[in-house]
């Protein structure tokens, strides 16, 4: 049984760098891609930020890039989202995602292409 748990949120104050960790067990990370999607109150869940099996291809959201850093450890089965300078807009549950990886599909940035999912963690940005 495919399962990733997140964890790393909590109250943070704008401008803080918290790291948010994504723990899988039931599948051979190297096999998938990882995402990053959060989901704001009153929102639909939006992508954040992805990484290809090897971590050699990353790609993000325009409203974190620069800002949040994506990264992996596949021979400890984590995947990892580094935030700095947070703001009040970051406020979200944060979901960790797994999308099974086929040579050449290059990087996934939609909802669709992920076939695991976490059960979020929050992050609360304060002023």
């Known amino acids: 049984q495919v399962q990733l748990v997140e964890s790393g949120g909590g109250l943070v104050q704008a401008g803080g760098s918290p790291r948010l960790s994504c723990g899988a067990s039931?599948?051979?990370?190297?096999?998938?891609?990882m995402g990053w999607f959060r989901q704001a109150p009153g929102k639909e869940r939006e992508f954040v930020a992805t990484?290809?099996?090897?971590?050699?291809?990353?790609y993000y959201a325009d409203s974190v890039k620069g800002r949040f850093t994506i990264s992996r450890e596949n021979a400890q089965n984590k995947v990892y989202l580094q935030m700095h300078h947070l703001k009040v807009e970051d406020t979200a549950v944060y979901y960790c995602?797994?999308?099974?990886?086929?040579?050449?599909?290059?990087?996934?940035?939609?909802?669709?292409?992920?076939?695991?999912w976490g059960q979020g963690t929050q992050v609360t940005v304060s002023s």
């Open positions: 039931g599948l051979v990370l190297s096999n998938y891609a």
């Open positions: 990484i290809t099996w090897s971590g050699g291809t990353k």
């Open positions: 995602a797994a999308g099974r990886q086929y040579y050449g599909s290059g990087y996934y940035a939609t909802a669709a292409e992920y076939d695991y």
